[in-house]
């Protein structure tokens, strides 16, 4: 069964402490991993797709990356207004779906 | 905006109620999605439309009913739910029901069953 579990639930960081989220996940065969974005009383938005092990995407001080078994969401000298959920998601090659998989996703709190 | 809006925002509705959640695109999009958002819980897909064709139902319960009159619109009628049922749905919108495809997700409407 096509699973997703991120890491950490919850995490703070100063402004300017960067870190990274956790996102690992089975699948069998792996069409695509899914980053997305949720502000508080909003819908997710979409961040990055990744689709093999190695590869890496940027967008402004984030930076995902992608091996067998886990992605990497980096943020780097976060600011306050990067403070949201992220949500990892997977889609498989399994069955006849073409459904995301998604995590319960980490909550990420950036202090002035 | 994402350029998926649904309505309402809010809703508060009694377990004997009936009532309905709209969701509009003009992006474009062949394919819809409802999303029903828990607290502690992963997003769970309830339902999905390509070209207007129902094309998963994830064992949903028959208390809610999807319907898909159009390419850009999208409801999910609500009659006799439960206190469980409370949660954040969320609609989205991609070009096809296909791998490798972003999703424009809505604001999403608050549902509380009381």
């Known amino acids: 069964e096509d699973q997703v579990t991120q890491s950490p639930e919850a995490l703070r960081l100063q402004e300017g402490e960067s870190s990274s989220l956790n996102c690992s996940y089975t699948v069998s065969g792996l069409r695509g991993l899914f980053w997305y974005r949720q502000d508080p009383g909003k819908g997710p938005e979409f961040l990055f797709t990744?689709?093999?092990a190695g590869e890496e995407k940027e967008k402004e001080r984030l930076k995902a990356t992608l091996t067998k078994k886990e992605s990497f969401l980096h943020i780097t000298a976060p600011k306050p207004e990067d403070s949201a959920t992220y949500l990892c998601?997977?889609?498989?090659?399994?069955?006849?779906?073409?459904?995301?998989?998604f995590g319960t996703g980490t909550l990420l709190a950036v202090q002035p | 905006e994402t350029g998926v809006t649904q309505t309402p925002r809010h809703l508060v509705m009694g377990m004997t109620n009936k009532k309905s959640l709209k969701c509009e695109q003009h992006?474009?999009?062949?394919?819809m999605y409802w999303y029903k958002q828990s607290a502690k819980k992963p997003l769970e897909l309830m339902f999905v439309y390509s070209l207007e064709e129902r094309v998963e139902n994830n064992s949903v319960p028959s208390r809610f009913s999807p319907e898909c009159p159009n390419s850009s619109h999208l409801f999910l009628h609500l009659h006799t739910l439960q206190p469980e049922d409370s949660a954040l749905y969320l609609c989205?919108?991609?070009?096809?029901?296909?791998?490798?495809?972003?999703?424009?997700f809505g604001q999403g409407t608050r549902l509380t069953v009381v």
């Open positions: 992006l474009g999009h062949n394919a």
């Open positions: 998601a997977v889609q498989g090659y399994g069955g006849a779906t073409n459904k995301l998989i």
């Open positions: 990744l689709y093999s």
């Open positions: 989205a919108s991609s070009q096809e029901w296909a791998w490798d495809t972003e999703a424009f």
